[in-house]
């Protein structure tokens, strides 16, 4: 098992909105009992079989990176934070489904990993107003993923889906809804859980199986860095 390859994952969002208990449900399949706030970044490896139950299949390692922090950072932190993002093979996206302001606050964490691991032709800003079109052209797989599903009103969940439609429609990446405390959200079979296959799938493909030079050249470090 350690010879298997792997996929770096960012997991990126505003702090409280459930990315280290995200997270350690993907990793552990458990739910995390006591929950802090990351300081810098973990890591944590989820084992994935790619295109399971086909000829092609293969275990991978994926490492989910939870970084810490928030959007509005000074520049130092961001500054510091910029080394998290090198060689990044996909981008988990979270956010709050009971909190608007982290929803919005996905464009600039996207903006900040992305400018990072982007060619210069794929810049996703242009005169610091997002721009759809330009980001479409991203290479790098993401994954919209909303927590705290329970906690809406079910009067509320209609215009609370509408809204994370629209993110999705923006960012070109498939949305899981979900309650971290609750593993059913993620049981095998579920449409939750075959996006989520599909997701690492797809991070897989650009990492090993398609010729891409902005991609790190044959990353050999335990960690990608």
Same mark, same amino acid.
């Given at each position: 098992?350690?010879? %298997?390859?792997?996929?770096? @994952? *960012?997991?990126?969002?505003?702090?409280? $909105? +459930?990315? /280290?208990?995200? &997270?350690?449900? %993907?990793?552990?399949?458990? @739910? *995390?009992?006591?929950?802090?706030?990351? $300081? +810098?970044? /973990?890591?944590? &490896?989820?084992?994935?079989?790619?295109?399971?139950?086909?000829?092609?299949?293969?275990?991978?390692?994926?490492?989910?990176?939870? &970084?810490?922090?928030?959007?509005?950072?000074?520049?130092?932190?961001?500054?510091?934070?910029?080394?998290?993002?090198?060689?990044?093979?996909?981008?988990?996206?979270?956010?709050?489904?009971?909190?608007?302001?982290?929803?919005?606050?996905?464009?600039?964490?996207?903006?900040?990993?992305?400018?990072?691991?982007?060619?210069?032709?794929?810049?996703?800003?242009?005169?610091?107003?997002?721009?759809?079109?330009?980001?479409?052209?991203?290479?790098?797989?993401?994954?919209?993923?909303?927590?705290?599903?329970?906690?809406?009103?079910?009067?509320?969940?209609?215009?609370?889906?509408?809204?994370?439609?629209?993110?999705?429609?923006?960012?070109?990446?498939?949305?899981?809804?979900?309650?971290?405390?609750?593993?059913?959200?993620?049981?095998?079979?579920?449409?939750?859980?075959?996006?989520?296959?599909?997701?690492?799938?797809?991070?897989?493909?650009?990492?090993?199986?398609?010729?891409?030079?902005?991609?790190?050249?044959?990353?050999?470090?335990?960690?990608?860095?």
């Amino acid at each position: 098992m350690a010879s %298997l390859d792997r996929v770096k @994952v *960012l997991v990126l969002g505003d702090s409280g $909105v +459930g990315k /280290s208990s995200l &997270v350690h449900l %993907l990793c552990q399949n458990q @739910v *995390l009992g006591n929950p802090s706030w990351t $300081v +810098g970044c /973990s890591v944590d &490896v989820r084992v994935h079989d790619y295109r399971e139950g086909t000829p092609e299949e293969k275990t991978y390692y994926i490492e989910l990176w939870d &970084v810490g922090g928030s959007v509005g950072s000074a520049s130092s932190v961001k500054s510091t934070r910029a080394v998290f993002y090198n060689s990044v093979n996909g981008i988990i996206l979270v956010h709050d489904l009971t909190n608007k302001k982290s929803s919005q606050n996905l464009y600039p964490w996207s903006l900040e990993a992305l400018s990072k691991v982007s060619s210069p032709t794929g810049i996703i800003v242009s005169n610091g107003d997002y721009d759809r079109e330009q980001f479409a052209e991203n290479s790098v797989p993401l994954l919209l993923i909303g927590t705290k599903f329970d906690q809406i009103p079910e009067n509320k969940r209609n215009d609370v889906l509408t809204r994370t439609a629209f993110l999705s429609e923006d960012f070109n990446a498939e949305e899981i809804n979900l309650d971290c405390t609750n593993p059913r959200y993620l049981a095998a079979g579920s449409s939750n859980a075959v996006k989520l296959s599909r997701f690492f799938d797809k991070v897989i493909e650009k990492r090993y199986f398609t010729r891409d030079p902005s991609q790190v050249r044959a990353c050999n470090f335990s960690f990608c860095m």
